[in-house]
């Protein structure tokens, strides 16, 4: 279980979670497939069903609650739909010669698609996250905010409360530029690639990859008055990932040397693998964004 984006939250009120009621809130939300009327259906799932194992509802390493959302959707294409539309409409309009209005074909779409969804394919997607009570960090494997703030909710509707904000509630634009104009912190590499926006009106934005960020290049842009978007870097030779000017990170690849130490767990023993793999991967994460809290000046942000 290697997480590959952070979108991270501070907790910001005393949370506390017992095993047993955590339980059964998220058995009391636990996933249902679709049924034939069903567009979408989301609710929690066992961290290790994704693996075929099932178990409890969470998994819990030293105060890090891993917690899993399964969602299915109906798969109905467009065109499909369209082609039946189309077809529909034509023969009305041969029967009666007169044209089908916006709100008629409206109607008539959505009565094709009632007819077609309990046909249709389902697919299934998985977000993974955690909540360390000892760092008051909730982590979620997820790129977009959507799909965070739907892993949030649902938490939240369980259990009742999480308070939490953004990891990061300003824009980093001048503490990410910083890193590249005087010095990123110590134990942060920088990598060759980085993305720029002007600041002014025309708002350009320059992407460069394999590219020293040291280079004669660079500085034209960044000597224009050009802010950092986003910035590829190495932390402590544990992972690499992308951090954009929202505290998010993308692109997460934790190294070799780290996944390593889960080599002596045999691999048809799926659990403990599993457990092995979040253990290590949730206390590195939970390190990094002790870090850049620190780094980038962001615990005052979060009180």
Known sequence: MWFKNIKAYQITQPLSLNDEDLESALQAQAFRPCGSQDVATMGFASPFSQAGKQGAMFHCVQQRYWITVKKQEKILPAAVVNAELDEMVAKIEMETGAPVGKKAKADLKQEIQTRLLPQAFTKNSYTHGFISLADNLVVVDASGDGKAEAFLALVRKAIGSLPVVPF????????????????????????????????????????????????????????AGKLVQKVAFEYQESLTAVIAEDGSLKRVKFTDRLKEETDDVPKDQVEARLDAEFALMSAEVCTLMGFLRTALNLNEDNL
């Open 168 to 223: 990061a509630r300003h824009s980093l634009q001048s503490e990410l530029t910083h890193w590249l104009t005087d010095n990123a912190p110590d134990g942060i590499g920088l990598l060759e690639e980085a993305e720029f926006k002007s600041t002014d009106d025309s708002g350009s934005i320059i992407r460069c990859k394999n590219q020293p960020l040291d280079s004669d290049e660079i500085s034209i842009h960044l000597d």
